[in-house]
Structure formats: C-alpha cells, structure tokens
C-alpha cells in the first residue's frame, strides 16, 4: 500500500461551472410556504427555508458568487492526499513558522467543511502575538466529504477515522499531537483521546457527549433546561434530516447530487437553525463562505457519500461505546445556541481530565464561523492549558516529556 503523501490540486473545470449556473437558472421552485407574510425571527424558518430567502440566495450564487478566490485559497493554504485503509484523504496541511509549534488536527462535522476553518488557519499556526501558542495545523476532509474520496464499502464509522488521523499524522512527522473538533469531528476527536492516548496530547471540543442514562439529580436549573433542549432536538422533528441520512441515504442522496437548488435548501437549512442568529444565518455568517461550502459539496458530488455517515454511525458496531472514557486533558466549550449542550457534571463521566471549560455568551453550532474571533482565543486558551496539563502529568510520570511534546 503506497503511504506516501502526494501535493493536491482542485481545479474545477470551467464547465463544471457553467453547469451549475445552468441549472440553476433552470432550477424550478415549490410554492411559497403557508406561513403568515406577517410572521418575523426564526419563525418565518417554520416549514424550512422560506421561498423568498432562497430564490435570492440562489440569484446570487448564480450571478455574484466566484469559486475561484476559494480555490485559488486551498491551494495558498497547502492540500495534499494521502491513501489509508485503500481510501484518498484530502487534508490541508498548514506549517507554522514558530519552532516551539504543536501539531493539531481540526475535524469539520456535517453540513461543515474544510471552509469551517480555512479563515482561521493562518491565526492558529502563525500569531501575531508572540506569547500565544502556535500549531502546525491539519485539516482533513472526512471520508465522503469534500475532495477525499466516497467510499465504496461500509466500515467507515468513527472509531476507524480516528485511527486514520492518527495514521495521517504519522506519516506528516508528528507522533504526538492535539485535537479539536464539533459535530462529527467531536465525537471523532473523543475517539482519539480515548482510543489513542499514546499519540494525542490532548483534545478541544465543542461537543461533549455524556454516557446514556445519567441521573438530573443535582443539576443546576440551567443544566436542566439544556438536558430538556436537547432531548427536544433528538425527539422531535428537528433531527429528521438525521433519521433520514441515516436510514436511506441513498435516496436523499439522487436529490443532493442532482439538484444544487436542493442541495442548497437542504444545507442552508441548518445553518440557520443551529447558528445564533434571529431571522437569518447571514446574520453571523458569511454569505460567500456558506456557498463555498455548498459549493464544495456539488462539484464533488458528496451530498450522498456525506449523508451515510449517519448510517454509519448511528447504530449497529459504530456507534459510540457508551462506556468510553477519555483520560487525556480535554477543553471543552458549549456555545450557547449549539443544538447539543451537555452539563459538566455529566461531561465529567467521560471526560475523567477536563482541565478548561466554557460557557460563551454567543456562538450556536458554527463557532468558527459565527464568532471566529472569539472562537481562535478560546480555542488557544484551551489548547494552552491541554498543553500544560499533558506536560505536567509527563513530568510526574518520567516518560521523556520534553521530547514526545517537541515533535
């Protein structure tokens, strides 16, 4: 099996381009949706994307939307690919200038990207305050997503991407690393500080998912209120678009796949339901960066690929192992409109290190995107101290610390 790992380039055809805009000005729309003209805020969004809020997204990605400064920003960033376990992952790869740099490797989840974090790469490896720390960072392309490759068999659930970064970042150099990940990459970057403690330093996350059956009894009136949120969420019809990725992703798939307008719909969706923002996801996020997601998705035909990590990981030998425990340092951050917020006590079940927790005042599902400012410190703040705490329980345990954190 060839592990080298090769440059990358995306470069779209320009009739690859010249098709999407075809189809969308062909694109046929459903009727306005039955909801009072007069309605305002997020309940306009109550039978999903209003009429109005999409014809004119979809005139602007037509007309004013360029793909090319974004491609044109992989490349600047560094993208490679690498073959594991007979799959292509594509991943970006941006070096820091610092010496005293940590490698870290950052997981988009779904409907996310690589473009959750594109912004935010030249911040992490080369800031411009000298006493804040520097990284090495990685960004991959999950299995499916974007231009890693779709696989063609089952298996691909969580536990075995955890153990290809950890491949990933073997053959880049670095033995020992950091982690940080929402959604998907949450629960991924659990996997690593739990599976693979001897090469994770230690984890970031913004999704700290508990053991199932866990009592109330103690919890603040606040932690209760986030408990009943998001038992809401996954009880109700909110969690329908996971239901049906992961049982037929297939059949949601010919839509993603075929149709831009759909895809379009189905993606912008949840940004606006699980970003802090009223009435609009434009509100906190740029209008350019979440067609550049989308448009990610639809030159590399990913809605379905996407789409059956659900499948994959919402039952059956994939699914979470509800006695899983993280021992490595962790940092954990809950935004306050993310559509799963843990309390700490129950957090504290399964992550047996936290050395940093958050509770920002703004913020929902797409830190990096609605409040990227906010989201680089406390990101830094808790790698720092994940950094601090890996060293000191190095230190007590006499095993070579100043080198294994060096690489």
Not at 84 to 108: E, K, N, Q, V, W
Not at 166 to 186: I, P, S
Not at 357 to 365: K, N, Q
């Amino acid at each position: 099996m060839d592990d080298s790992v090769q440059r990358f380039e995306a470069t779209t055809p320009e009739a690859d381009l010249d098709d999407l805009r075809t189809r969308l000005t062909n694109a046929r729309f459903p009727e306005a949706e039955t909801v009072d003209p007069e309605t305002s805020g997020s309940a306009r969004w109550s039978q999903g994307v209003p009429l109005a809020d999409l014809t004119e997204l979809v005139h602007y990605w037509r007309t004013a939307f360029d793909w090319r400064p974004f491609e044109a920003r992989l490349a600047e960033i560094g993208q490679y690919r690498t073959v594991i376990d007979g799959l292509g992952i594509h991943f970006l790869h941006h070096r820091s200038r610092r010496p005293d740099a940590r490698p870290l490797i950052l997981t988009h989840g779904w409907p996310g990207s690589i473009f959750e974090f594109l912004h935010v790469m030249d911040d992490l490896a080369n800031p411009e305050d000298p006493s804040a720390p520097a990284f090495h960072v990685v960004a991959p392309s999950l299995p499916g997503f974007g231009y890693s490759e779709r696989p063609t068999t089952t298996g691909w659930g969580m536990e075995k991407i955890a153990g290809a970064w950890v491949t990933l970042m073997g053959r880049l150099g670095y033995d020992r690393f950091l982690a940080h990940g929402g959604d998907w990459g949450g629960v991924i970057t659990t996997m690593l500080g739990a599976r693979h403690p001897d090469h994770v330093l230690g984890i970031h996350t913004t999704l700290a998912q508990a053991p199932p059956g866990l009592s109330t009894d103690g919890l603040t009136d606040v932690e209760r209120e986030w408990v009943e949120e998001t038992g809401t969420f996954w009880g109700g019809g909110q969690a329908a678009y996971a239901k049906q990725q992961a049982a037929a992703p297939q059949t949601i798939g010919y839509s993603l796949v075929d149709s831009p307008v759909g895809l379009l719909a189905w993606i912008l969706d949840k940004f606006a339901a699980w970003s802090d923002t009223d009435a609009s996801p434009f509100e906190r996020i740029d209008k350019d960066t979440l067609l550049a997601d989308v448009t990610l998705y639809w030159l590399t035909r990913t809605g379905a690929s996407a789409a059956r990590i659900y499948a994959e990981s919402h039952g059956g030998v994939n699914r979470i192992d509800p006695e899983l425990v993280v021992d490595v340092p962790a940092a954990i951050t809950i935004y306050p409109e993310d559509i799963e917020k843990v309390p700490r006590p129950w957090a504290e079940q399964r992550f047996r290190g936290i050395v940093r927790w958050c509770e920002p005042d703004a913020g929902g599902h797409f830190p990096s995107l609605e409040v990227p400012d906010f989201f680089v410190d406390d990101l830094r703040e808790g790698l720092a101290a994940v950094l601090a705490a890996a060293a000191a329980d190095d230190s007590v345990r006499g095993s070579g610390a100043s080198d294994r954190l060096a690489r």
